[in-house]
């Protein structure tokens, strides 16, 4: 890889424009002082948003669809019962470091979701918090765990009883784990070989999660005195430093790409689909039911009534019980597409708990994707454009919750993250076209790199 | 099915393919693997667990050599390993360079760990291998048990 072009790749995971380029500008001056000669703008994301897939997405250049991957946890076949979590080998495609590797090139890739177990690759690699724990082989090589270890004090995959902990004890492990990911990249920037250096860190993704009414005043229970109120200045405050300290360490020909998977927006509560459905009469089941929040388990359906039925997460997914598809599906082939639609009409007609219409986008999966790969839903919800996130359990006084049974949660994901981009070559310009598909082929043509097929997205530089 | 392996270092091994070799071998051994040793393509010599002269049997023959070039499959490099691998045919039979059955990839200067890996790969495609599992039923757990605090999944 010669002349070489070297890029580092900083994600922050569910950074927001919003935060990053105008609230807390002031308060990020190496960010701020970076954009003067960076690319920079808004991100549009992938459909969905959500971690998994949508950093495979942006390291491929491909759909979720083409991926096979809708989120965290997919159906394996058509049964009713078989789930399997997303890991890497999921992803049969060629990421970045793969194309790096096969050009000859070295990388380094830190806690990038969509790597445990971790690929092969020439450089280094430490896997996401999708590793179970750090007694797994969760580097490449396996020899590297031990450094990471050493360098990091003891290495936090992720923050621990996010949601049941004490708050104060969760933001001091958010910045906790935000120093530990810039320590670590530091260390392996300045000691090792690389073209691409990738990292992410989750730390964004966990406070806004966490503390979004703190700093939201359009958040339905916004606390503008409350005592983290000044949690996210401190916050970015203390990410700009760790970036200003990475920025030391890289060589003066490196390009940057500071990066998130997707935004923030306040949540307002959770709609319970599946119940929806049982009172739709699109989903039955085998008992009467339960007087309080119940995951819906397969055996507690009867599916031979059974329509549809759903999945919960930041949005909601769909999937029709077909005849000849499903193991015992009632919805004849030839009648499919006009009981979708229906349900897609009910669903984007949906009102929230004040009778005022949600504004749900429903969508087809072949008419957002090129291809459908492994076991697509038959259709993508956006509950409120998501700003209700998906509740699949059942035994909820109401269609529309505010408490989450795993704890509290004040945002969820909006469609927007960000993008800069600096570097020799590197036009300064503010742009509102930018899609998370054009990283990949920007980063390819940066280092010179093939181009896999399939991609869509565009040269940015 | 179980499968027996047998590993057989083919021409003159360089250090480079002992390495490829060993890692192979510690792989396929990690994963539960009967594995045999052979030399200079005496794979019926290979040892218990091999069997004789049936049509079809759990045999697979990973070959490694090292050589200077191979003009017969059209590889010219100056230096690199080659790995056969030769299934479901009587021990002891020459592979074909003809035959789809076999693989033969270079090496020249790619990290020893990372071709270790795509010779498993390559066992794990053509289904001479099972896929090492990714989580035990308690490591699923685990990470379930994260992404549902987390909120990602219920």
Not at chain 1, 167 to 188: C, D, G, K, S, V
Request: charged letters at 25%.
């Amino acid at each position: 890889m010669s002349p070489r072009q070297r890029i580092a790749i900083i994600g922050l995971d569910c950074a927001t424009p919003d935060l990053l380029f105008d609230r807390l500008a002031a308060d990020m001056p190496t960010l701020t002082a970076l954009r003067q000669s960076a690319l920079w703008g808004p991100l549009r994301s992938v459909i969905p948003p959500i971690t998994v897939p949508a950093w495979s997405c942006m390291t491929s250049g491909l759909t979720p669809g083409e991926l096979g991957v809708y989120g965290f946890r997919n159906r394996i076949d058509r049964s009713y019962q078989r789930m399997g979590l997303a890991s890497s080998r999921t992803i049969q495609v060629p990421r970045l470091w793969d194309l790096v590797t096969a050009r000859g090139g070295e990388s380094v890739v830190i806690g990038v979701p969509g790597t445990y177990p971790p690929s092969i690759i020439r450089g280094h690699m430490v896997s996401c918090f999708m590793a179970p724990n750090t007694e797994v082989g969760f580097t490449h090589p396996l020899g590297l765990r031990d450094e990471v270890e050493q360098v990091t004090g003891g290495y936090i995959l992720d923050v621990a009883d996010f949601r049941l902990a004490d708050p104060n004890e969760t933001a001091y492990r958010i910045f906790e784990m935000t120093e530990q990911r810039f320590r670590l990249a530091r260390h392996l920037a300045a000691r090792t070989s690389w073209d691409l250096f990738a990292f992410v860190d989750m730390g964004p993704d966990r406070l806004h999660h966490r503390f979004w009414r703190y700093c939201e005043p359009r958040h339905p229970r916004y606390e503008p005195d409350g005592q983290f109120t000044g949690l996210f200045r401190a916050y970015y405050r203390a990410l700009d430093a760790h970036l200003s300290h990475f920025l030391e360490v890289l060589p003066g020909d490196c390009a940057i790409l500071v990066v998130s998977d997707h935004g923030a927006q306040s949540m307002i509560g959770g709609f319970c689909l599946n119940q929806w459905l049982i009172e739709q009469g699109l989903l039955v089941l085998t008992g009467p039911l339960p007087d309080q929040p119940t995951p819906l388990a397969p055996d507690r359906i009867d599916w031979s009534r059974t329509v549809a039925w759903g999945d919960g997460g930041y949005y909601g997914r769909v999937f029709l019980n077909v005849v000849g598809r499903e193991p015992a599906g009632v919805i004849p082939a030839d009648s499919y597409e006009q009981v979708r639609d229906e349900l897609a009409d009910a669903l984007t007609a949906l009102v929230d708990h004040e009778g005022q219409p949600m504004g749900t986008r429903v969508m087809r999966p072949e008419d957002i994707y090129p291809e459908a790969r492994n076991v697509p839903p038959d259709l993508i919800a956006y509950f409120g454009n998501l700003r209700w996130r998906s509740v699949g359990s059942i035994g909820h006084p109401r269609l529309h919750v505010f408490e989450n049974d795993t704890g509290a949660d004040d945002a969820n994901h909006a469609e927007l993250g960000v993008f800069l981009l600096a570097g020799r070559g590197v036009a300064a310009e503010r742009r509102n076209d930018l899609s998370l598909y054009d990283v990949a082929p920007t980063v390819q043509a940066m280092l010179d790199l093939p181009v896999p097929p399939g991609q869509r997205g565009r040269v940015l530089v | 099915m179980s499968r027996s392996f047998i590993v057989l270092f083919d021409d003159l091994p360089s250090p480079y393919s002992r390495t490829v070799s060993d890692c192979v071998i510690d792989e396929l051994r990690a994963r539960g693997e009967e594995v045999n040793l052979a030399e200079g393509g005496k794979a019926a010599e290979a040892g218990p667990g091999v069997p004789d002269g049936e049509d079809v049997f759990p045999v697979v023959t990973v070959t490694i050599g090292s050589r200077a070039a191979h003009d017969d499959i059209g590889v010219t490099a100056p230096a690199f390993v080659d790995v056969r691998i030769h299934a479901g045919a009587p021990a002891g039979d020459k592979p074909d360079p003809e035959e789809d059955q076999m693989l033969i990839m270079r090496a020249d200067t790619e990290p020893a760990e990372l071709f270790t890996q795509r010779v498993i790969g390559e066992l794990e495609r053509r289904g001479l291998l099972p896929e090492a599992e990714i989580y035990t039923a308690h490591e699923e757990e685990e990470v379930i048990g994260r992404l549902q605090a987390l909120g990602y999944i219920e």
